[in-house]
C-alpha cells in the first residue's frame, strides 16, 4: 500500500455528509487504483454508511472522530478547541504525513483557518489561495483567489499567478497556460487600486505567459487559463457563475419538456445534450486546491455529490504525481529569492 497517494476524507462535512462522501471515497477507489482514502469521522455512522457497498477493504479505512465542526462556529475557536473534529483530526494527518491531502465539504472557514494553522504554508508564501477549475468554451479554466485572501496585496496577486500557472501546467497539461488579471476593461490603465499596482509586475514577471487584463464576460469563452484576483472578487465571479449555470441548465430542461414536439426533439438530441450539460456541471471538475501549503487541503462545495467528492479525491493524485509543492518551491520560492 506504500504507493498510493493517501487522501484522508472528512466523512462528516457537507450538507450530505456522511452518505454522499461514504459513496464518494467508494467510487474513487473502483474508478482510480492509485488511490487510498482514509475516512475521518463518526466511526459508527461511516461505516454503517460503507457497509451498503461492496469495496476494497484495504483501499478505505476508517478514523473515529467525535467531534463535528459546523459552519455556524468560529473558525479560529473551533479549530483550537476541537482537536478530535474529523477537520483537525485530517489537518494533522497531512502535517504529520500520514496521509498525502485532506478533502472536505466541511466549515469553509474552519479549513482555511485550519489548513494555516495546522498544514502551514510552504516558506516563502505569503497567503494560500483557493483555486477552482470553472468550466469554459475551450474545458476549463483556474479561478484564483476565490475565497481565501478577501484583502490581498499586489505580491500576493504575483504569487497567485504563478502557483496557478504551475498547476495548470502540470496538473491539467496546458503548456504555457494564459494568465490574465480580472480587470473592469481591457486597458492597462484601468481598474481599481490593486489591479493597478499588480498588473505591471505580472507584465514583467518571466515566469508565467500574462497576457492583460480580463473582463467577466470573458471568463465563460476560455481567454484565460488563470484568472487572478483577490478573494472578494473570486468569490463573486464564482457564486454568480454557479447561478447562471444552474438558471441555463433548468431553462434548457424546462423548453425541451414543454411541448410534445420539443420531447420529440429532445430525444433525438440527448447524447449531445448530455454531454454540452456535464461540461457546465461543477461537480464534474473535483473541488478547490489551496495552494501554497506545506501539503494539500481540497475544499469542496457544501452540497456535494458524489461525483464531487470522487472527482476531489481523483485530483489529489494528479496533485502528488506532479509534484505540484516542490515546483512551487524550486520555481517560485527560489527564484523570487535569486
Request: charged fraction near 25%.
Amino acid at each position: 500500500m506504500t504507493d498510493k497517494v493517501k487522501v484522508a476524507l472528512d466523512a462528516m462535512g457537507g450538507d450530505n455528509a456522511p452518505r454522499e462522501i461514504v459513496k464518494g471515497a467508494v467510487e474513487a477507489v473502483r474508478e482510480d487504483e492509485r488511490i487510498q482514502v482514509i475516512l475521518i469521522g463518526k466511526e459508527a455512522l461511516v461505516q454503517a454508511e460503507l457497509d451498503r457497498y461492496e469495496y476494497d477493504k484495504e483501499r478505505i479505512l476508517v478514523i473515529n472522530a467525535d467531534e463535528v465542526i459546523s459552519n455556524d462556529e468560529a473558525p479560529v475557536m473551533a479549530i483550537r478547541q476541537k482537536k478530535n473534529s474529523s477537520i483537525v483530526v485530517a489537518l494533522n494527518m497531512v502535517k504529520k504525513g500520514e496521509a498525502d491531502a485532506f478533502v472536505s465539504a466541511g466549515s469553509t472557514g474552519a479549513i482555511l483557518v485550519g489548513s494555516q494553522l495546522v498544514v502551514g504554508r510552504i516558506r516563502g508564501i505569503e497567503r494560500a489561495p483557493l483555486a477552482p477549475l470553472i468550466p469554459t468554451m475551450d474545458g476549463v479554466s483556474l479561478l484564483i483567489d476565490c475565497g481565501a485572501n478577501v484583502d490581498a496585496r499586489a505580491s500576493h496577486l504575483v504569487q497567485f499567478a504563478k502557483m496557478g500557472s504551475l498547476y495548470m501546467e502540470h496538473v491539467i497539461g496546458i503548456p504555457e497556460p494564459k494568465v490574465a488579471i480580472v480587470n473592469i476593461g481591457a486597458e492597462e490603465e484601468k481598474g481599481n487600486m490593486l489591479v493597478k499596482e499588480t498588473y505591471p509586475l505580472l507584465k514583467n514577471c518571466n515566469e508565467i505567459n500574462f497576457i492583460g487584463s480580463i473582463e467577466a464576460r470573458d471568463i465563460p469563452y476560455g481567454k484565460a487559463d488563470v484568472i487572478v484576483c483577490e478573494a472578494f472578487v473570486g468569490n463573486v465571479i464564482l457564486k454568480l457563475y454557479e447561478g447562471v449555470a444552474g438558471v441555463l441548465v433548468k431553462q434548457i430542461k424546462d423548453g425541451l419538456m414543454s411541448t410534445t414536439v420539443s420531447k420529440i426533439g429532445a430525444a433525438l438530441a440527448k447524447p449531445a445534450l448530455k454531454k454540452t450539460l456535464k461540461a457546465l456541471d461543477a461537480s464534474e471538475y473535483g473541488g478547490a486546491p489551496m495552494l501554497g501549503l506545506n501539503g494539500l487541503v481540497v475544499k469542496t462545495h457544501g452540497s456535494s455529490n458524489s461525483t464531487e467528492v470522487k472527482n476531489s479525491i481523483i485530483q489529489c493524485a494528479l496533485f502528488k504525481e506532479q509534484n505540484i509543492n516542490e515546483k512551487i518551491k524550486k520555481k517560485i520560492i527560489l527564484t523570487d529569492n535569486e
